[in-house]
T-cell receptor
Framework: NAGVTQTPKFQVLKTGQSMTLQCAQD?????MSWYRQDPGMGLRLIHY???????DQGEVPNGYNVSRSTTEDFPLRLLSAAPSQTSVYFC?????????????FGNGTRLTVT | QKEVEQDPGPLSVPEGAIVSLNCTYS??????FMWYRQYSRKGPELLMY????GNKEDGRFTAQVDKSSKYISLFIRDSQPSDSATYLC?????????????FGTGTRLLVSP
């Protein structure tokens, strides 16, 4: 039972480089989302998707792109990394049965931008 | 001002103690209230959730919501060293359920043997 799988676990980037953080879930969940976690700030929503082909912005979307071509995958793209994007990134999913389906989180990608 | 405020701790208690963790919030539209536990280098895992007001008990854990005071609590009875983790409160408006959660910053709990 894999749940939500995030790759890579760790990444170091130089300013201006691009990369894609991968997220896959095997629970057939319609809803997927990306959060970043920073000291003193808690978890903040970056982007979310309520199904394949549908994405929307969260609280802190600037500098990040997403797409949802399949139910299983929801990659997060950094087009030009900045030191302010140094953070721990968590992907989460749930079914769209809003009243009875908690978010399941992956174990995170720790990103450092130098 | 943040929508959800949570004391970062750390909170240090001896094994067997009763632990009280709290959050306050400002958005009266919040209807779903959750507590997540996060071990070091891991993702958050849901402990408990409540909808609207009231109490909910699950084993050693009790969640309370006081909407009139905009205050939620998590009580842990007979705390164990394995309870040492960061506890995150989270909440959302009724029309989004578990989606688009607003999190507190987390309280780090240390339970010593």
């Amino acid at each position: 039972n894999a749940g939500v799988t995030q790759t890579p676990k760790f990444q170091v980037l130089k300013t201006g480089q691009s990369m894609t953080l991968q997220c896959a879930q095997d629970m057939n969940h319609e809803y997927m989302s990306w959060y970043r976690q920073d000291p003193g700030m808690g978890l903040r929503l970056i982007h979310y998707s309520v199904g394949a082909g549908i994405t929307d912005q969260g609280e802190v979307p600037n500098g990040y792109n997403v797409s949802r071509s399949t139910t299983e995958d929801f990659p997060l793209r950094l087009l030009s990394a900045a030191p302010s994007q140094t953070s721990v990134y968590f992907c989460a999913s749930s079914s769209t049965d809003r009243g009875n389906s908690p978010l399941h989180f992956g174990n995170g990608t720790r990103l450092t931008v130098t | 001002q943040k929508e959800v405020e949570q004391d970062p701790g750390p909170l240090s208690v001896p094994e067997g103690a009763i632990v009280s963790l709290n959050c306050t919030y400002s958005n009266s539209a919040f209807q779903y209230f959750m507590w997540y536990r996060q071990y070091s280098r891991k993702g958050p895992e849901l402990l408990m959730y409540t909808y609207s007001s009231g109490n909910k008990e699950d084993g050693r854990f009790t969640a309370q919501v006081d909407k009139s005071s905009k205050y939620i609590s998590l009580f842990i009875r007979d705390s164990q060293p394995s309870d040492s983790a960061t506890y995150l409160c989270a909440m959302s408006p009724g029309n989004t359920g578990f989606q688009k959660l607003v999190f507190g910053t987390g309280t780090r709990l240390l339970v010593s043997p």
